[in-house]
């Protein structure tokens, strides 16, 4: 089976432009998670999903950040206008059950803005 | 608000000894996640607990869950190199689905 999908792995971009990170999770799950990881602030919850609805983005640090879920295998992540402090790795990951069962992660996009 | 903190931070041993390290949280909760994350690598669940007195043990780990005490031990019996890795616990904040994660222990085990 196939993991949680994260596109692009990697992205370098200047201040300012649009950032949008994208993931597929885990066909048959109907949980999703999107995280942020730090050296500071470690893994930060920024929005999940169930059911492709919006349960909870207090997470969210601002309104330059945006999360969508058009349907059950896509979401993406969207940084209008970047800056410099959002630099992180982002991960998606998904589950079948909540917090019953276990997440399951995606690889990350490591995201760096000059 | 759940908070959740692991010590130690950092871990240097040698191989073939034995440790245990420590997750406490601050509010109540019966569920609780241990991760493993190798380096530039995505996060891989070892255990997940999810009643007070619960054990889980896979190879050289185990896992056990106190939820009186609010804590839980990660405890590694004969290390090996390959164990060297940042290991997370996460706990489910009671009421609101929010899975909030410690900080991470990097654990290095030296040959």
């Known amino acids: 089976d196939a993991g949680v999908i994260q596109s692009p792995r990697h992205e370098v971009t200047e201040m300012g432009q649009e950032v949008t990170l994208r993931c597929k999770p885990i066909?048959?799950?109907?949980?999703l998670f999107w995280y942020r990881q730090t050296m500071m602030r470690g893994l930060e919850l920024l929005i999940y999903?169930?059911?492709?609805?919006?349960?909870?983005d207090s997470g969210m640090p601002e309104d330059r950040f945006s999360a969508k879920m058009p349907n059950a295998s896509f979401s993406t992540l969207k940084i209008q206008p970047s800056e410099p402090r959002d630099s992180a790795v982002y991960f998606c990951?998904?589950?079948?059950?909540?917090?019953?069962?276990?997440?399951?992660f995606g690889e990350g996009s490591r995201l760096t803005v000059l | 608000e759940l908070k959740v903190e692991q010590n130690p931070l950092f871990l240097s041993m040698q191989e073939g000894k034995n440790y245990t390290i420590y997750c406490n949280y601050s509010?109540?909760?019966?569920?609780l996640y241990w991760y493993r994350q190798d380096p530039g690598k995505s996060l891989e669940s070892l255990f997940v607990?999810?009643?007070?007195?619960a054990v889980k043990q896979e190879g050289r780990l185990m896992a056990s869950l106190d939820t009186k005490a609010r804590l839980s031990t990660l405890h590694i019996t004969a290390a090996v190199h390959d164990l060297s890795a940042t290991y997370f616990c996460?706990?489910?904040?009671?009421?609101?689905?929010?899975?909030?994660f410690g900080k991470g222990m990097k654990l290095t085990v030296n040959p």
């Open positions: 509010t109540t909760s019966d569920r």
């Open positions: 607990l999810l009643s007070n007195g």
């Open positions: 066909s048959g799950h109907d949980y």
């Open positions: 999903f169930n059911n492709n609805v919006p349960i909870d």
């Open positions: 990951a998904s589950s079948n059950s909540g917090f019953l069962g276990e997440l399951f």
């Open positions: 996460a706990v489910d904040n009671s009421g609101s689905e929010k899975l909030v």
